[in-house]
């Protein structure tokens, strides 16, 4: 039977999906690729009643348009019992109802891979989604091209039901020197084991601040970190590699 259906970029609406839904096939899929398709308002309440998705574990819905109303619909269905992973990237529309939606929903108790990239996503909305209950289950969370600025990085760096995360992107989301340091020193972060700061403003002081003896102590498992295109000095990739607080690391710079 048919576990993965990946519909992305199809020119896919409203209309196509609820054809789609009633259908009826006989196939219980796992996972679903709805990305970049015009769907918007009524599409969660299509999703939520098609029989389908009772065992779904991934869903994207990246760059659909989706307002906050579908958004909704669509996190009250059955299936979000068992969603394991969830993409609302490039959703620009669902700001700021959106956040609230999300991190009111009941039945996310599985999530462990959130992308919410590039939703206009501010601080007010990365705090609702941090107090979520079911935040404390996430291993991955991408949050790259929202505006969090350093006090989205602080809020993430204090954020005790982050103890599970391993993946964090805060790529492009206007991070100073202060947000590395904050990072640094988090006694939350210490599962993490790749973290991205590319495109920011990290500068030599940011890139310099994993140098730190805290690293080893506060995040012990990390592997990878992307710090491209931070405005970094020539010799900053000399001085990462040479640091031994940052040994066993692989380290992007330029």
């Given amino acids: 039977a048919l576990k993965t259906l990946d519909l992305s970029r199809n020119l896919l609406d409203d209309v196509a999906l609820y054809a789609l839904t009633a259908a009826r096939w006989p196939c219980r899929l796992t996972h679903l690729d709805l990305s970049h398709n015009p769907l918007s308002e009524h599409a969660g309440l299509h999703l939520s009643e098609w029989p389908a998705l009772c065992d779904l574990q991934s869903l994207a819905l990246a760059g659909t348009d989706l307002s906050s109303d579908a958004l909704s619909d669509a996190l009250d269905a059955p299936f979000n019992k068992t969603l394991t992973a969830l993409d609302l990237s490039d959703n620009a529309t669902l700001y700021p109802e959106g956040a609230a939606v999300l991190s009111g929903a009941a039945h996310l108790g599985r999530l462990n891979a959130l992308k ?27 949050l790259s091209g929202n505006p969090l600025g350093d006090a989205g ?102």
Wanted: positive net charge; contains cysteine.
């Fill in 153 to 254: 990085a602080r809020a993430i760096a204090g954020c005790a039901q982050l103890a599970r995360l391993q993946s964090l992107s805060l790529s492009g989301c206007n991070l100073s020197p202060d947000a590395a340091s904050a990072l640094v020193s988090s006694r939350h972060l210490s599962a993490l084991t790749d973290l991205n700061l590319s495109e920011n403003h990290l500068g030599q002081r940011g890139a310099l601040a994993f140098t730190s003896p805290q690293r080893p102590e506060r995040l012990p498992l990390l592997h990878t970190l992307d710090l491209r295109h931070n405005r970094t000095w020539r010799d900053t990739s000399a001085t990462l590699a040479a640091s031994p607080h940052l040994h066993g690391v692989t380290v992007y710079i330029g």
């Fill in 116 to 142: 919410v990239s590039r939703c206009r996503l501010d601080l007010d909305g990365l705090t609702a989604l941090l107090a979520s209950p079911w935040c404390a289950h996430l291993t991955a969370l991408d």
